[in-house]
């Protein structure tokens, strides 16, 4: 689902008061919601379809009733920023709990020591500007577009908001009484030993498949199958079939801190499955680490003649080409592209995707980090990952003939050593 053409459903979250459309104004202080960030009672809920307002009335929306909020109560408590007000945007992502992220969900409200040592509610107690400090409303932080900070030395996020690395904190020799595993920081990003599994204790969507929806049950009715009850649901007449999984273990790439992305209207390549956004780095590269990632899988629709992927609209009024309205594909591509000013052939195919979720939350304990065997071993996390030598995993003739040799020659020496002593210990007794 992109923006275009489906303003008022994913305006919820992306701040500001009445963009509905492409003509919202951006420098006007008058779109700035200040309080779904600043709010401190629990109470200011925005309208899932309501461009960005919250309920000025009682109102229904997507079957859900809002009640109207105190704007005057909330407007005189309001206060910093929380987990509560970062997530109510950041943990639902995609449309619900634990979709988009597979690091950040609502178990991080009231964390325990275990799940992340930072917000540990008995802890450390963090919340989400510990790190991602901000100055004059920029939030610092990782950014996809942008590379992230480089340098990789002792500099606390308050005292220098530009930087936000586990080395700003730790800094860059974090393990005192083991130096081998301080070089691992030369090219492991800490994140891919000490985040061991993400979605730890809810639920994430691993691949979702568009090209199976728009089915309906026997009385001609959407419905929606939850099997096993404790996951989500895997299968939505509106959204197709789902898949979700608990405590996953990362997918791990190398990453210098940017993205690149597929472009509105850009042509696909031979590549499959088409990777919508991905890190960007390698080996040799001094600013790439290994990192740890989460791919989502996904199956969507495209335009086989131009070869680009779709822009559907999604939410809007039946007769619209709404597709959760009128449920034809074509309709909503024609509609969410022409809104998009992208071409559509009026040809509808599907084709399989991959989106890259950097992880970087839900640290536990370090006595709980990755251990040595899990990526030295031939099938182990670092199976995938390319140039570079990994003892226990790769082979090399060389190396391994050099490394017998200094056996065998220790060996020899060692035995001669021996044989020495064993004489010489000889002559003492004779003398």
Known sequence: MAIESN???????????????????FSSEENVDCLVCHDTTGTYEKVLTGCGHPAYESTISEGKTYDPVDLGNIARNVGKTSRATCGACHFFGGGAAGVKHGDLDTSL???????????DMQGLNYSCTSCHVTFSHYITGRHYSEPAPKNRRMALPKDDGNRLSCESCHGPSPHRSDDKLNHHTDIVACQSCHIPAFARVNPTVMSWDWSVAGR?????????KKEPPDI?????TRKGELVWAKNVTPTYRWYNGSFHFMRMGERIGDERPVVL????????????????FKIHQGVQPYDPVTMTIGIPKIFGPKGSGAYWSDFNWKASL???????????S????????????SINHMIPPKEKAVGCASCHARDGLMAEIAGVYIPG??????????GWTFVALSAGAVSVHGLLRILSRGREKGE
């Open 216 to 224: 309906f049950d026997e009385k001609g009715r959407p419905f929606k």
């Open 393 to 402: 995993r790769d082979r090399s003739r060389t190396l391994d003939t050099a």
């Open 232 to 236: 989500g649901p895997n299968y939505l």
């Open 277 to 292: 956004s991905g890190p960007n780095g390698g080996p040799g590269e001094p600013d790439s680490r290994i990192h740890p």
């Open 7 to 25: 303003w008022c459903r994913c305006t919820s979250c992306h701040a500001g008061y009445g963009w509905k459309d492409k003509t919202f104004d």
């Open 334 to 344: 024609a509609a969410g592209m022409m809104s998009a000013g992208v071409t559509f």
């Open 346 to 357: 009026g040809e509808v195919d599907f084709i399989k995707t991959e989106t890259y979720w």
């Open 109 to 119: 409200l009231a964390p325990s020591k275990d799940l992340d040592v930072h917000m």
